[in-house]
């Protein structure tokens, strides 16, 4: 497993300033970000998120197309990905209050470099916990399943094999140790044998 350090990550900016474009480059931690696209409009982030998943979605508020609050939450409702809303001063309270139940960082213009260096870092340290949280899933499905093939298979010896749950039960795991394999190969190998 990569420590937090060697992690690389993937930037989307959707904004329209090349010269905030330039300031959110600058900002970001030297080489945590293995991609980094700008889009200049809400329909081609769109489109962008069709193709690619991000971890971090930083939006420069206004846009072309839309302000970007509904884009913004309409995200965060869809990814994981961790996303930045930077708004114009006078309406940042308001976009504030709409955004920050999705998790949203919303900040107000003007912003400096170590302003936005700050907020991707806490979006990162999500990003870290959202990866470490979805791995603990996947390997708990996948010993659930593991689970319910071996209990499937342990009845299928039970019904065809007249034996006990307690020596179907040691009937997989000794076939598991003689042949150096997991329980579910050999719960596999009889589900297949019982099931043609």
């Not at 480059?25 to 200049?40: L, Q, T």
């Not at 001063?89 to 003007?110: Q, R």
């Not at 979805?134 to 342990?154: G, S, T």
């Amino acid at each position: 497993m990569k420590t937090k350090s060697e992690r690389q990550y993937s930037l989307l900016i959707v904004s329209a300033s090349e010269q905030f474009n330039t300031l959110v480059k600058r900002s970001i931690p030297n080489g945590s970000f293995e991609v980094i696209e700008v889009r200049k409009s809400i329909s081609l982030a769109q489109r962008e998120l069709l193709s690619r998943r991000y971890d971090v979605i930083v939006i420069n508020s206004p846009l072309p197309d839309d302000l970007g609050a509904n884009f913004a939450m309409d995200t965060a409702s869809r990814y994981t990905s961790g996303i930045m809303l930077v708004a114009p001063g006078e309406v940042c309270d308001e976009v504030t209050e709409h955004v920050i139940d999705y998790g949203i960082i919303a900040l107000s213009k003007p912003i400096n470099k170590s302003t936005i260096e700050r907020s991707i870092r806490h979006l990162l340290a999500d990003q870290d916990k959202i990866k470490e949280l979805e791995a603990k899933l996947n390997k708990a499905e996948d010993k659930l399943e593991e689970m319910r093939i071996v209990n499937k298979a342990k009845w299928l010896l039970i019904a065809n094999e007249n034996m006990t749950e307690a020596d179907a039960h040691r009937y997989i795991g000794k076939h598991a140790m003689d042949k150096c394999v997991s329980k579910r190969i050999i719960a596999e190998e009889i589900i297949d044998r019982w099931e043609d």
